[in-house]
């Protein structure tokens, strides 16, 4: 990527190895080269005008996305750090995004809280458009299930991330994301035992499940109604509910899994004849819920 011809940036390079700025591992032209000491890195940087470093940046990411492919998707916030530099939010938006559901998978969650940050700071300043609505529900979407996982369920940045992806999913027509972020506002309100609230999150959740809906959020919806009749004692309802679930779930409207493979969310923990019953699908079974 640099300007200079082969032979000039060999001989300045074997220069700063000379004065001991930067050490030289291999041998020209596959040798790599790196400084001494950050402070001289640093140094160096600083020198430079912010519109040059700019221009280095967004050089480095451009020639990373062309021709390093394998780091792009394993580093992908490496990306979002030169376009971050070179002032290019909107190239780095997706690369930190993309860092941030990478981490939050390892799982690194404190990791991915830092880089779906970085994300919503640089959306922040974007114009406003419904693409950029749908992006931030997404963000707030992954970063408030790494909060779950780093601070706990019921944490109060819980509430406000879902709380504001609520709000977004408010001023779009129809946002496919409206399910995941209140069936996210259903856990962190059961966490807190404030089942009723939980309830009304889970009920919108199966109303929109209605006019032939993705089977798997009729299981989802059902699969939350019917925890927090358990919580609330309403063992007949739940196991209504969750019988329900269970059998949509194991039934060839959703792609069919091993037996012993029911999602941990699909959950039924009643024993048979718990509520003067003993239908097979009140058989125990054990999970948490997630969003």
Same mark, same amino acid.
Request: charged residues 20%; neutral net charge; aromatic residues 6%.
């Given at each position: 990527?640099?300007?200079?011809?082969?032979?000039?940036?060999?001989?300045?390079?074997?220069?700063?190895?000379?004065?001991?700025?930067?050490?030289?591992?291999?041998?020209?032209?596959?040798?790599?080269?790196?400084?001494?000491?950050?402070?001289?890195?640093?140094?160096?940087?600083?020198?430079?005008?912010?519109?040059?470093?700019?221009?280095?940046?967004?050089?480095?990411?451009?020639?990373?996305?062309?021709?390093?492919?394998?780091?792009?998707?394993?580093?992908?916030?490496?990306?979002?750090?030169?376009?971050?530099?070179?002032?290019?939010?909107?190239?780095?938006?997706?690369?930190?995004?993309?860092?941030?559901?990478?981490?939050?998978?390892?799982?690194?969650?404190?990791? &991915?809280?830092? =880089? /779906?940050?970085? $994300?919503?700071? @640089?959306?922040?300043?974007?114009?406003?458009? #419904?693409?950029?609505?749908? !992006?931030?529900?997404?963000?707030?979407?992954?970063?408030?299930?790494?909060?779950?996982?780093?601070?706990?369920?019921?944490?109060?940045?819980?509430?406000?991330?879902?709380?504001?992806?609520?709000?977004?999913?408010?001023?779009?027509?129809?946002?496919?994301?409206?399910?995941?972020?209140?069936?996210?506002?259903?856990?962190?309100?059961?966490?807190?035992?404030?089942?009723?609230?939980?309830?009304?999150?889970?009920?919108?959740?199966?109303?929109?499940?209605?006019?032939?809906?993705?089977?798997?959020?009729?299981?989802?919806?059902?699969?939350?109604?019917?925890?927090?009749?358990?919580?609330?004692?309403?063992?007949?309802? &739940?196991?209504? =509910? /969750?019988?329900? $679930?269970?059998? @949509?779930?194991?039934?060839?409207?959703?792609? #069919?899994?091993?037996?012993? !493979?029911?999602?941990?969310?699909?959950?039924?923990?009643?024993?048979?004849?718990?509520?003067?019953?003993?239908?097979?699908?009140?058989?125990?079974?054990?999970?948490?819920?997630?969003?």
């Amino acid at each position: 990527m640099s300007e200079l011809d082969a032979n000039t940036l060999r001989r300045d390079l074997s220069k700063l190895v000379e004065a001991e700025l930067l050490y030289q591992r291999g041998v020209p032209p596959q040798a790599t080269y790196t400084f001494k000491h950050a402070l001289i890195q640093e140094a160096a940087y600083q020198t430079l005008l912010k519109s040059t470093r700019q221009q280095y940046h967004h050089r480095i990411a451009q020639v990373l996305e062309a021709h390093f492919p394998e780091l792009v998707e394993t580093q992908p916030e490496l990306l979002a750090h030169h376009y971050t530099e070179a002032g290019l939010g909107a190239e780095a938006i997706p690369y930190w995004q993309r860092a941030g559901e990478k981490a939050a998978g390892r799982p690194a969650y404190l990791e &991915a809280i830092s =880089h /779906l940050s970085k $994300a919503l700071e @640089l959306l922040d300043v974007l114009p406003p458009s #419904p693409a950029r609505v749908q !992006r931030e529900i997404a963000l707030r979407l992954v970063r408030g299930a790494s909060l779950m996982a780093a601070k706990g369920h019921a944490a109060p940045e819980v509430e406000l991330e879902y709380r504001r992806a609520r709000a977004l999913c408010q001023h779009i027509e129809e946002s496919p994301l409206l399910f995941r972020v209140l069936g996210g506002l259903h856990v962190f309100y059961l966490a807190r035992g404030e089942l009723e609230t939980a309830r009304q999150f889970a009920r919108q959740c199966l109303t929109l499940t209605e006019g032939g809906a993705d089977p798997a959020h009729v299981v989802r919806s059902n699969t939350m109604l019917g925890q927090v009749g358990l919580h609330l004692g309403e063992v007949a309802q &739940a196991e209504e =509910h /969750l019988g329900h $679930a269970i059998g @949509l779930y194991h039934s060839r409207s959703i792609a #069919p899994v091993p037996p012993d !493979r029911t999602p941990s969310w699909c959950v039924c923990p009643m024993t048979p004849g718990a509520s003067g019953s003993s239908d097979s699908r009140s058989a125990p079974f054990s999970g948490a819920a997630r969003p």
